[in-house]
């Protein structure tokens, strides 16, 4: 089949102003809930898009690992492709595509660190692997080969043993969101698409052409 001819009718349901939340958290809170109940593997999954310091875009997906009316929490290497590039410019966007219930929400805004304390206490209730992992990986860089990382890994694992502390260059960051689209797929491609932006301290809510 060629590629001009995949596509999908999407009818499960429709989104009106009228239905959606007064805010874009609680109405996240919603879909997050629902995309869990409908038993979607790693509905927390997202693409992260940040922008490099000569202006090109690069994405890739990470977890989301708590969000509430502060922001939306990610941890990674602070010394990676995507850490360099929020040093640089620290605005950013996250997008959820949630397939089985033909949804996805578009989330923008600005991006900071977490403090050390909320590092320390994800860190450490990550397995015992996990955090050894953080020290082995020098996120992003060239390595020779796979041989390199599991000797690397190898080295921590005798080093540290069950007490691996918190690399200094590894933590979490909060995107602090200006702006959600929330787009529910409905047939003859006239989807919905409901936005909410800030508008000083309230949120503006509105609907967008398909």
């Known amino acids: 089949m060629k590629l001009g001819d995949l596509r999908k009718e999407y009818t499960l349901h429709g989104l009106t102003q009228e239905h959606i939340a007064d805010t874009p958290h609680i109405q996240f809170d919603r879909w997050f809930t629902e995309a869990q109940n409908a038993k979607i593997e790693e509905p927390n999954a997202m693409v992260l898009s940040t922008v490099t310091p000569e202006g090109m875009p690069t994405s890739r997906v990470v977890l989301l690992k708590h969000f509430d009316e502060k922001g939306f929490i990610f941890f990674t290497n602070y010394e990676s492709k995507k850490g360099k590039n929020l040093a640089a410019n620290p605005q950013a966007s996250l997008l959820f595509f949630w397939h089985e219930l033909q949804r996805q929400v578009r989330i923008e805004g600005v991006v900071e660190k977490i403090s050390r304390q909320e590092s320390a206490d994800y860190f450490f209730s990550r397995p015992l692997e996990s955090q050894i992992g953080a020290w082995a990986s020098a996120q992003s860089s060239i390595i020779e080969n796979r041989e390199q990382l ?61």
């Open 150 to 210: 599991d000797t690397a890994f190898s080295d921590y694992q005798q080093r540290f043993g069950s007490n691996v502390p918190l690399p200094d260059f590894w933590g979490g960051y909060r995107l602090m969101p200006h702006y959600f689209e929330f787009w529910q797929g409905r047939p003859n491609r006239l989807h919905d698409r409901i936005e909410f932006s800030r508008d000083g301290v309230a949120w503006k809510k509105q609907r967008l052409s398909p």
